[in-house]
């Protein structure tokens, strides 16, 4: 992209300029030229030497647009339109809004300022050709600030050409400070409509209506967490996912281990992307047009364009930080280059949600386990949940943004999409429900500002729900939100984490659900003592290992062609599995970085992995599964072995690729050391070697022989974590999965209380750390005294039973010194 140098002038010339190009402006211009303009300047000036691409282009000021209000005598006119201005009547809102937006479309600009216009749009034209396509955007001065976005209320114009199109798109940029949802949302935020001015930048497009766009933050937008960029892509102009039309392409990274040069894509999900907006050759700017299923089921980006794009926003977020002096995330807009298969950034502003929580303050967000929520029918609708908190209400289904005025205080919005014309009702909403959009749509980015639950991206939601439906929101049940029939009980609970003690006994974590391990990773901890595989497996791959490594081999038809749809972008079966765990695995161990994240590697009973996709055909049928070909003893034998080379594989590629060597891997159901050295050479056949990297393997101490001989697997292994559901089961002698001997299970029995003591000697006796991962200290706060007692080093809780047992513990190691 061509950039069109201008002088420096004096701060007196700037302010009173009428034109301002961006290489001239920095981000203490805001005054000047309004926020989107201010930070376009900034990035030209700051960051393009650093390798950011940035489109170059002009603003219009801050005195131009004061200078078309005062020679023109509107000031005193739209001050008498809005002096009985009620923004909570949306019929006196509409009314004042329309009347002043046609006051000033009806006012010629001055010459001086049209000639002002036409000049630099000429300019801006000579490295390309005459006419050449810019976009032109409102940029106010009270906008892209750190507590208040002003994110789309005054409009955008894209693929505008010619001296009289441009002057034209201005005009109209101009008069769309006073829209409806402008005029609200300035009222919302307590600012003065008359003490904002509104500047427009006209920018060089990009032209991604013939490659892709999207946003992109530099924070997790649900939970807050600061490590992980996330980027949304879809084809064609950027307004698609902007608006919410499409459900875009969605990539996380994580910013820690990328700036040390490593290449961690932690998850990856594709969007349905039905529509492309491009150029149109008529009267409009722009149109959509559908995208050819083909193109449909592909990522829009590349690894490397999605790192590229990452390591920008870190630079990006770094640089505003800086000048900012404090921590400042970024919410950023992107576009590639059809033509020259350039990426560029096209604005940047602070992100206004997150960055402004109280850190100190852990809030939850869960429904009630009764009979009621436990006997309640599956979810109406699904989609992605926005905001983690749970809300109810009745259904007001809107199609037609004309007919908000209907909507009522409390209700649950639902409609197709949003745009900033919906904002006045919003605000009013207990909860958001669209049809499209994506993490970074427009519903989602309000709803976010709002405080309010939204789920977007439900494709059916207006067909499935009904005006005066009562329905609950649930965003608090991980990435997934839910609509339940019915006014479902949920509690909320506050923890100041200021005032919680930190114990000796380190506190882990069990996690399963990666989606959910953002979230978590806010809860005080020391880190995950089990990530089971099993989640991963069962959840997100669906298939049986086995059955991707022997793709070709398979049996049964129905089977192979469910496969084939799952693995579409896979030639190469066996890597989506490889994928997939890598990025469950990545995103747990990112979360929690760089504390000890510890892998079990599966430990599914082969009647369980029969159920996986394909896993009929590889799975022996056992009297007892429970006690037969699981664990370890899968590994090393023929019938598996290929398979838990994809695990090892998965395992690699999140150490050494993604950089995260906080990953323990760690083996289930080992029966005999012996056993442990064969598993650990399959490891090391592929690539996991125990040492080099720091690679410490653990074993699970589950087995009475893993007690018994703790000795001589510490010799194998370099720590234990105690199972106690198994171990109790084997030193009781019952089968855990048996209703009829249910009664007799119980962690707390002397006998296993003694195995556990035992392992918790011999582990210190041989410098090996030994913590615990089962479930018996997350139901028995006696049981976490006696572990605590006992001096075992690691305690891993389930997430709902941390912060009470951690105050249990405190007490404990209280009264022991």
């Not at 078309?68 to 739209?78: K, M, N, T, Y």
């Not at 810019?134 to 507590?147: F, G, M, Q």
């Not at 096209?346 to 939850?364: D, I």
């Not at 209907?406 to 900033?420: A, I, K, N």
């Amino acid at each position: 992209m061509v950039t069109v140098a201008k002088n420096t002038l004096s701060v007196d010339t700037k302010e009173r300029s009428l034109i301002l190009w961006f290489d001239e402006v920095g981000i203490a211009d805001i005054p000047l030229v309004g926020g989107k303009n201010a930070s376009l300047g900034e990035m030209i000036r700051q960051l393009t030497p650093k390798g950011v691409n940035v489109p170059t282009g002009f603003a219009t000021t801050a005195y131009a647009y004061r200078y078309f209000i005062e020679s023109a005598g509107l000031d005193a006119e739209l001050r008498e339109l809005f002096a009985d201005l009620d923004v909570e009547d949306m019929k006196n809102l509409q009314e004042r809004g329309k009347k002043a937006r046609a006051l000033l479309m009806h006012t010629p600009f001055p010459p001086e300022l049209r000639q002002a216009i036409a000049s630099a749009y000429e300019t801006l034209c000579e490295p390309y050709n005459a006419d050449t396509d810019v976009a032109v955007r409102s940029s106010a001065t009270a906008e892209d600030l750190p507590d208040a976005s002003f994110a789309g209320q005054q409009e955008t114009y894209l693929n505008v050409v010619s001296v009289s199109g441009v002057l034209a798109a201005c005009h109209r940029c101009f008069a769309s400070l006073f829209t409806d949802r402008a005029i609200s949302y300035r009222h919302t935020k307590g600012f003065d409509h008359f003490s904002v001015a509104l500047a427009v930048g006209v920018q060089k497009m990009v032209r991604s209506d013939l490659a892709s766009a999207g946003v992109m933050f530099s924070i997790e937008t649900e939970t807050g967490f600061k490590d992980a960029a996330l980027i949304t892509a879809a084809y064609g102009l950027g307004e698609n996912v902007v608006q919410g039309n499409i459900n875009p392409d969605e990539y996380y990274v994580f910013k820690p281990t990328l700036k040390a040069g490593f290449r961690p894509i932690i998850d990856k999900k594709l969007g349905s992307k039905e529509l492309k907006m491009v150029y149109d050759d008529g009267s409009k700017f722009t149109k959509n047009i559908l995208v050819p299923q083909g193109e449909r089921g592909k990522f829009v980006l590349s690894d490397d364009e999605i790192l590229q794009l990452a390591n920008w926003a870190c630079v990006i977020e770094d640089h505003y930080s800086r000048v900012n002096g404090y921590y400042t995330p970024m919410d950023i807009e992107w576009a590639k280059d059809g033509i020259t298969n350039q990426l560029f950034i096209v604005q940047a502003r602070p992100e206004t949600v997150q960055s402004q929580k109280r850190g100190n303050v852990l809030r939850n967000y869960r429904l009630v386990k009764t009979d009621e929520v436990a006997k309640s029918p599956q979810p109406l609708v699904t989609g992605r949940a926005i905001g983690e908190a749970i809300s109810q209400g009745k259904v007001r289904l809107i199609l037609d943004v004309n007919k908000i005025d209907q909507f009522q205080p409390g209700e649950v919005l639902v409609t197709d999409r949003t745009d900033p014309d919906w904002e006045p009702i919003m605000k009013r909403a207990s909860a958001i429900i669209t049809n499209s959009g994506g993490r970074t749509c427009h519903a989602a980015i309000i709803a976010r500002e709002l405080g309010v639950p939204a789920i977007v991206g439900c494709n059916k939601a207006t067909e499935i729900l009904t005006t005066g439906q009562e329905v609950t929101v649930s965003c608090a049940e991980g990435d997934e939100g839910l609509v339940y029939p019915g006014l479902l009980p949920f509690e909320v609970q506050e923890v100041l984490l200021e005032n919680l003690p930190r114990t000796r006994t380190q506190i882990l974590m069990n996690v399963g659900n990666p989606q959910e391990a953002f979230s978590l990773s806010a809860i005080p901890n020391d880190g995950v003592g089990l990530a089971r595989t099993e989640f991963i497996i069962a959840n997100q791959i669906q298939i049986h290992p086995m059955a991707l490594v022997h793709y070709d081999d398979l049996k049964d038809e129905f089977v192979k062609e469910k496969i084939n749809e799952i693995t579409a972008l896979y030639d190469d079966k066996p890597q989506y599995f490889v994928d997939k765990l890598a990025q469950g695995i990545g995103r747990i161990a990112a979360a929690f970085y760089p504390k000890p994240v510890i892998v079990r590697m599966s430990d599914f009973k082969s009647n369980e992995y029969a159920n996986l996709l394909g896993g009929k055909q590889f799975e022996p049928d056992e009297e007892n599964p429970m006690l037969g070909w699981r664990g370890a003893g899968r590994y090393y034998d023929p019938g598996y072995r290929e398979a838990f080379a994809l695990e090892c594989h998965a395992i690699k590629r999140v150490r050494e690729e993604m950089g995260l060597t906080n990953v323990i891997p760690m083996i289930p159901f080992c029966r005999t050391p012996d056993e442990g050295r064969l598993v650990l050479a399959e490891m090391a056949k592929n690539g996991l070697h125990q040492g080099a990297n720091g690679l410490q393997v653990y074993v699970m101490c589950e087995l009475p022989n893993n007690v018994i001989m703790a000795e001589e697997f510490a010799e194998v292994f370099d720590g234990f974590s105690i199972g106690s559901n198994d171990l109790t089961q084997l030193t009781l002698g019952l089968d855990r999965d048996s209703a009829l001997v249910a009664r007799l299970f119980d962690e707390r029995s002397q006998g296993v209380k003694r195995m556990v003591k035992m392992a918790i000697q011999t582990a210190k006796k041989c410098d090996r750390k030994i913590g615990i991962c089962g479930q018996a200290p997350s139901d028995y706060p006696e049981f976490a005294q006696f572990l605590v007692e006992e001096g075992i080093d690691s305690i891993s809780l389930n997430p709902d039973s941390v912060l009470k047992t951690m105050l249990e513990i405190a007490k404990v190691e209280d009264n022991q010194f």
